[in-house]
């Protein structure tokens, strides 16, 4: 993920200041661990904080690099994955 740096700067940021978190990743066409990654590391951060947490919109591409991560993205159950 070539913008990892200023993702994850901009994920602390609106966890410090938003009221509720809501990433919608209906557009994305490649991503890596690194994504996966940085939204759970953000999901973790935000219940620590009491703050809703939503991942929207989850495109094949995401649900396909959270099964490689043996993880299920926050929100979803493994039979609502397409593809998977």
Request: aromatic share 4%.
């Amino acid at each position: 993920m070539r913008h990892a740096k200023s993702t994850a700067a901009s994920l602390a940021a609106l966890i410090a200041s938003a009221q509720s978190i809501e990433v919608d990743c209906s557009v994305i066409e490649q991503v890596d661990i690194t994504f996966v990654q940085m939204i759970v590391s953000a999901q973790r951060s935000c219940a620590a904080r009491d703050l809703p947490f939503a991942l929207t919109g989850t495109s094949d591409a995401v649900a396909s690099a959270f099964h490689r991560a043996g993880v299920t993205p926050p929100g979803t159950v493994p039979s609502e994955l397409s593809g998977i």
